[in-house]
């Protein structure tokens, strides 16, 4: 089945607490990217990435590092997470950048630092 | 910057038409797409217009007019499963936008019976 996974689903961490959330699809997609999702906010861009070794900032980079050294996996990684990271995550993916090539979206990870 | 407004909140009856408005004004533009979300799951893809007119896909349409920076989704015979919120995002077409998605915050539709 072409899906987009993350794990953790869900996430309770304190402050500090190095953590990953992974993201990982079997489209064979060049383009992924991370989004956070606050009430009130809509999605917000975190980082994409248009290709292997390809990584650029979005709207939202701060505190946030990313990595992408296979096309099929896309790690979102918070060095020293602090509760106004508390969010819901999104990673999704896509088989380019024009035309009907919409964006798969991962289940969401919901993570909550204390 | 990138600015697309949707109304934050609509309802409606069973069995009646909706129109989601969405306004936007970006640095460029390479289509607009719809998602619907359901409260705690991920945004799934419904419709996507690059040129203007009206798409239609059974009881979804979605209308685009670039000189207006304007969109609209129309959903058809609601049901109650419609519930949902409904977002409207635009895809960047140069530099630092190529390719990326800017998103409204989102319609929340509630559907009575």
């Known amino acids: 089945e072409a899906q987009v996974t993350q794990n953790p689903r869900y996430l309770i961490t304190v402050t500090g607490k190095k953590l990953t959330v992974t993201c990982s699809q079997n489209?064979?997609?060049?383009?992924m990217s991370w989004y956070r999702q606050d009430p009130g906010l809509g999605l917000r861009q975190i980082y994409y990435s248009m290709n292997v070794e390809v990584t650029d900032k979005g709207d939202v980079p701060e505190g946030y590092k990313v990595s992408r050294k296979e096309k099929r996996n896309f790690p979102l990684i918070l060095e020293s997470p602090s509760p106004n990271q508390t969010s819901l995550y999104f990673c999704?993916?896509?088989?380019?950048?024009?035309?009907?090539?919409?964006?798969?979206f991962g289940p969401g990870t919901r993570l909550t630092v204390l | 910057g990138q600015n697309i407004d949707q109304p934050t909140e609509m309802t409606a009856t069973e069995g009646a038409i909706v129109q989601i408005n969405c306004t936007y004004q970006t640095s460029g533009f390479n289509g607009l797409f719809w998602y619907q979300q359901h409260a705690g799951e991920a945004p799934t893809f419904l419709s996507y217009n690059v040129l203007d007119g009206l798409e239609e896909k059974g009881r979804f349409s979605s209308f685009l007019s670039r000189s207006k920076g304007y969109s609209y989704l129309l959903l058809k015979e609601l049901q109650m499963k419609d519930s949902a919120s409904y977002l409207c995002?635009?895809?960047?077409?140069?530099?630092?936008?190529?390719?990326?998605?800017?998103f409204g915050r989102g319609t929340q539709l509630t559907v009575w019976p």
């Open positions: 999704a993916s896509s088989p380019g950048l024009a035309g009907m090539n919409e964006q798969f």
């Open positions: 995002a635009v895809r960047g077409d140069r530099g630092s936008t190529l390719g990326r998605l800017y």
């Open positions: 489209m064979n997609h060049e383009y």
